[in-house]
C-alpha cells in the first residue's frame, strides 16, 4: 500500500516498526530506544541506550530521492567537513560498509532508504528573541558553503534537486501545486498568478550562470544549526540541490516571510555574507524575488503534506498572508 493510502498515525505506527528494525543494519547496541523526533519529509529519530550511545536515524521519505541523490548529498557533506567550511554531522557505515541502507515492510509498497547520523549536541538559536546575531551567523555560513562549492568538483554523476521555476511552478511541481492549498480563495489567487508570472519573468532575465545557480543548502534555517561551546554546526542537508544562490537566505525565513522583523534580518545576513565574499547588488536585488519563490513552494507544501502537523498548524492563515506579502513585491517589481 503507498504511503498517501495510509492514515499518517497508521503510517507513523508502521515507521516506528521500520526503525526499530533497520538498527540490525547498524552497529547499535542491543537495547536500544527509538523515539520520533521529527515528521516532515522524513522521519526523524533519536536512538540511545545506556551508556551514552545516542545517533539520529532519517527515513527518508517515499519516492522523495534515489540513491544516487542521497550519496551525492553524503559526498557534499564531507566535503564540506573535510575541507574545513563547516562542522556537519558525520553519518554511521553500515554492518555491510554501506552508509545508505534500504528498509523493507510487508505493510508498505515500497522500500525506504535509511542513514544513521552522528548525534550532535548543542541547541538550535532562540529563535522568538533577537535573531540578529543568528542571521549575521546564517549569511557567513552561507557565503562559506557557496565559496566552496563553485570550486568543488562535483561527483558524476550529480543527482539532487533543483529549486528552480520549473520546480515550483512546472507541470510537475516537486511540492505540489500553490493552487491546491487550503484557503486559497479566488482573490488570493489572482494576487498569486501575479506574483508566479512577475517571479517566472524576472528569474528568466536573471539567467542561472554557475556563479549565481549552484549546489546550496536550500533550508538553512535557524533552527537547522545547532550552537554549543564548542562552535556552530549545520544539520538537516536533506533538501540540498541545484539552485540560486540567493535562495539560501529566502529558506532562512521560511514560514515568517511577513515578519515585521525581516529587513533587519535580511540586512544582517547580508552583512555576514559580505565579511566572506563579495555580493553585487544584482543579485541582492533578486533576494525579494527569491522569497516569493520559496513562499509559493512552502504554501504548495502545505497543501501536499497537510497529514503532518506541522502543515496543519500553518495552513488557516498561510494563503491569505502570502497574498499581504505578495501585493507588497508587486507593488515595487510588477512594473519593473
Known amino acids: 500500500m503507498a504511503d498517501t493510502e495510509i492514515a499518517q498515525d497508521k503510517l507513523l505506527v508502521l515507521l516506528q516498526g521500520m526503525a526499530e528494525q533497520a538498527l540490525a543494519f547498524w552497529d547499535v547496541p542491543e537495547g536500544a530506544n527509538v523515539q520520533l523526533i521529527n515528521v516532515s519529509e522524513n522521519t526523524t529519530y533519536l536512538v540511545e541506550c545506556a551508556g551514552g550511545y545516542r545517533a539520529v536515524l532519517r527515513i527518508h521519505r517515499e519516492g522523495y530521492h534515489s540513491r544516487r541523490a542521497i550519496e551525492c548529498e553524503l559526498a557534499w557533506i564531507d566535503a564540506l567537513d573535510r575541507d574545513g567550511v563547516i562542522t556537519t554531522p558525520s553519518y554511521r557505515l553500515g554492518r555491510d560498509g554501506q552508509a545508505i541502507q534500504k528498509l523493507r515492510s510487508d505493510a508498505l509498497a515500497a522500500p525506504r532508504f535509511a542513514v544513521l547520523f552522528d548525534f550532535l549536541e548543542g541547541q538550535a538559536p532562540d529563535e522568538h528573541g533577537d535573531l540578529t546575531l543568528g542571521f549575521e551567523e546564517l549569511g557567513t555560513i552561507a557565503a562559506r558553503c557557496h565559496d566552496h562549492v563553485l570550486g ?94 540567493m535562495y539560501d537566505f529566502a529558506a532562512a525565513i521560511s514560514f515568517i516571510e511577513d515578519d515585521p522583523r525581516i529587513p533587519d534580518l535580511k540586512a544582517a545576513w547580508l552583512r555576514g555574507y559580505r565579511s566572506v565574499r563579495n555580493l553585487p547588488d544584482v543579485d541582492e536585488v533578486e533576494i525579494d524575488t527569491f522569497i516569493m519563490l520559496r513562499r509559493l513552494a512552502l504554501l504548495a507544501w502545505i497543501g501536499s503534506h497537510i497529514e503532518a502537523p506541522e502543515p496543519q498548524a500553518l495552513a488557516p492563515d498561510f494563503a491569505k498572508n502570502s497574498a499581504k506579502v505578495g501585493m507588497a513585491y508587486l507593488d515595487v517589481f510588477e512594473g519593473l
Open 152 to 245: 568543488w568538483q562535483k561527483p558524476e554523476p550529480f543527482e539532487r534537486l533543483i529549486w528552480d521555476a520549473e520546480a515550483v511552478f512546472g507541470g510537475t511541481p516537486t511540492w505540489g501545486n500553490w493552487r491546491d492549498a487550503p484557503n486559497v480563495t479566488p482573490d488570493i489567487a489572482e494576487v498569486l498568478e501575479r506574483v508566479e508570472a512577475t517571479v517566472r519573468r524576472r528569474l528568466t532575465a536573471y539567467g542561472k550562470p554557475p556563479e549565481r545557480f549552484n549546489l546550496i543548502h536550500a533550508d538553512m534555517r535557524l533552527a537547522n544549526l545547532l550552537v554549543d561551546a564548542s562552535g556552530t554546526r549545520v544539520i538537516d542537508f536533506d533538501d540540498c540541490g541545484l539552485g540560486w544562490l
